[in-house]
């Protein structure tokens, strides 16, 4: 291997590791706030990417048609809980909550069932594509919050993985029926090269690595100096001292796995142009961004960041010395990470207190 391969491996594996270190702070943030470990994660990669292309290629994206499904599946669950709200102690905003469910779930998600049927979306800008893509997936983050991990908000992490498995198959199962089995890309943000010496850097790996950074900023500031980010870190620190604060712990698990989605699908936009993206590909991905999680112990965000980074360049000068075995190489990085933790940290079990 000479400095040129080296440098174009580097890149790759810097570009990877910024889409990978996105996902990793994604399940961080989750976990620490709902204990949940989120393995739908790869799911809405898939579904950002797929919606995108659908969405170019001219076709309906029907993970439209799941956005309005779980939209009213939500506003169900919602009524429900108002109405045995309502009978234990009288809510004079019944109404209006109602309303504001109504709005959230059932209207919003049908305008733009029906703007998307009815205009040429395909001939929009391609930001504007993108915007329309993300306001597809984002919203089904917290719906599936709503939906399958709110009730048992308080159940142990064994419960919620179980959970999380059965929200992974399903949602890989819709996306088979959504988008089906073959694979798309979707159009570059940008076809510029830039020649530094011999090796040669795209657009759109920089395009991908200014985003990450960019959006790792933005979580930062937001954590540090917004009154809801403040909230997230509380309720991750003590989710009981939140509750008694007066921190609503629901509205908190909502807004993280808003963010979470928001991460993944930002993650299958930036990625789409680059690699063929298929209903289930989202999952290997996500594995990645997890690996990293793991790295931080799913409680630092730098850590896991950093990690997820190494993982992004462990795969790609792997896939140069054992292209058969890169997979194998980087899910083996768990293992000496997972020893370390176990001998250096005590033991604690949340069902003994």
């Known amino acids: 291997m000479d400095l040129s391969i080296a440098a174009i491996l580097a890149q790759d594996g810097i570009t990877s590791g910024a889409i990978y270190a996105l996902l990793a702070l994604a399940l961080v943030l989750v976990f620490s706030v709902t204990r949940v470990i989120f393995i739908p994660q790869g799911e809405f990669v898939a579904f950002g990417a797929l919606t995108l292309a659908a969405i170019q290629s001219g076709k309906f994206p029907h993970s439209m048609s799941l956005l309005l499904a779980l939209g009213a599946l ?37 305008c733009l069932w029906f703007a998307t ?18 306001a597809t997936v984002i919203p089904m983050g917290p719906m599936i919050y709503r939906l399958a991990y709110q009730a048992l908000a308080e159940a142990s992490t064994l419960v919620l993985l179980i959970v999380s498995v059965g929200v992974h198959y399903a949602m890989t199962g819709m996306g088979l029926v959504m988008f089906g089995a073959e694979g798309s890309r979707t159009t570059p943000f940008s076809d510029a090269r830039f020649e530094l010496g011999a090796l040669a850097i795209s657009g ?77 590909g989202g999952f290997l991905i996500g594995l990645k961004g997890f690996v990293g999680a793991i790295v931080g112990g799913l409680v630092s965000y730098p850590v896991a960041a950093a990690g997820a980074v190494l993982v992004g360049l462990l795969e790609s000068y792997s896939s140069f010395w054992a292209s058969a075995y890169k997979e194998v190489i980087v899910f083996t990085l768990i293992i000496p990470v997972l020893l370390w933790r176990s001998l250096s940290s005590k033991h604690s079990d949340e069902d003994e207190e």
């Open 74 to 110: 939500s506003f169900v669950q919602e009524i429900i809980s108002m109405l045995r709200l309502q009978a234990r102690q009288r809510n004079p905003h019944l109404v209006r909550d109602a309303g504001i469910s109504a709005l959230k779930f059932i209207v919003l998600p049908a």
């Open 117 to 134: 049927r009815s205009l040429p979306v395909q001939n929009w800008p391609l930001y504007a594509q993108v915007a329309l893509a993300l």
């Open 204 to 280: 759109q790996s920089l395009v991908i690595i200014g985003v990450s950074a960019a959006l790792i900023v933005g979580l930062y500031f937001y954590f540090e100096r917004s009154l809801s980010g403040k909230a997230l870190r509380a309720t991750a620190v003590n989710r009981l001292g939140a509750q008694l604060v007066g921190i609503g712990t629901t509205q908190a698990g909502r807004l993280a796995f808003t963010l979470a989605a928001a991460m993944g699908a930002f993650c299958g936009v930036l990625i789409a142009p680059l690699t063929t993206v298929y209903y289930d």
